[in-house]
């Protein structure tokens, strides 16, 4: 997608926002979330050529844990876009109890990868 439609979009979603959100802000929050979803579409949709590289690849090298490595991606952006979501919305201590959880779910997924990488690591020494 091209930067400066991206911009044109969020500019565009920017200045009905300062014209309507003011005086109706339910049609206001409908506003920022068709733009929201305006901006995210074409870029989630963009990510399908470097995941299916991706893919080639750990099929190529054969990489273990590599699921847990995605799962971790997900969580983490899907924690990170929620949390500034609730952030913008003025809840700053449920952003950071959701961004607590998250970190702590992550690390849960990827003990498994933890335990190979420490046993690899103790074949390498002596």
Same mark, same amino acid.
């Given at each position: 997608?091209?930067?400066?439609? %991206? +911009?044109?979009?969020?500019? *565009?979603?920017?200045? !009905? @926002?300062? %014209?309507?959100?003011?005086?109706?802000?339910?049609?206001?929050? &409908?506003?920022? &979330?068709?733009?929201?979803?305006?901006? @995210?579409?074409?870029?989630? @949709?963009?990510?399908? *050529?470097?995941? $299916?590289? %991706?893919?080639? @690849?750990?099929?190529?090298?054969?990489?273990?844990?590599?699921?847990?490595?995605?799962? !971790?991606?997900?969580?983490? =952006?899907?924690?990170? =876009?929620? #949390?500034?979501? +609730?952030?913008?919305?003025?809840?700053? $201590?449920?952003?950071?109890?959701? $961004? /607590?959880?998250?970190?702590? $779910?992550? &690390?849960?997924?990827?003990?498994?990868?933890?335990?190979?990488? /420490? #046993?690899?690591?103790?074949? &390498?020494?002596?």
């Amino acid at each position: 997608m091209n930067a400066l439609a %991206i +911009c044109g979009i969020a500019l *565009l979603c920017y200045a !009905a @926002l300062m %014209i309507i959100g003011k005086d109706q802000p339910a049609i206001g929050a &409908l506003i920022a &979330l068709g733009g929201t979803i305006c901006l @995210l579409a074409p870029a989630v @949709l963009a990510l399908r *050529l470097p995941f $299916s590289h %991706i893919q080639e @690849l750990i099929e190529k090298y054969d990489f273990i844990g590599v699921e847990q490595l995605f799962k !971790a991606f997900g969580i983490g =952006f899907c924690c990170d =876009f929620t #949390s500034h979501i +609730c952030k913008d919305a003025g809840y700053h $201590s449920l952003a950071h109890a959701l $961004s /607590f959880c998250c970190k702590i $779910s992550i &690390l849960l997924l990827c003990l498994p990868l933890w335990e190979e990488i /420490f #046993s690899f690591i103790g074949g &390498l020494i002596p």
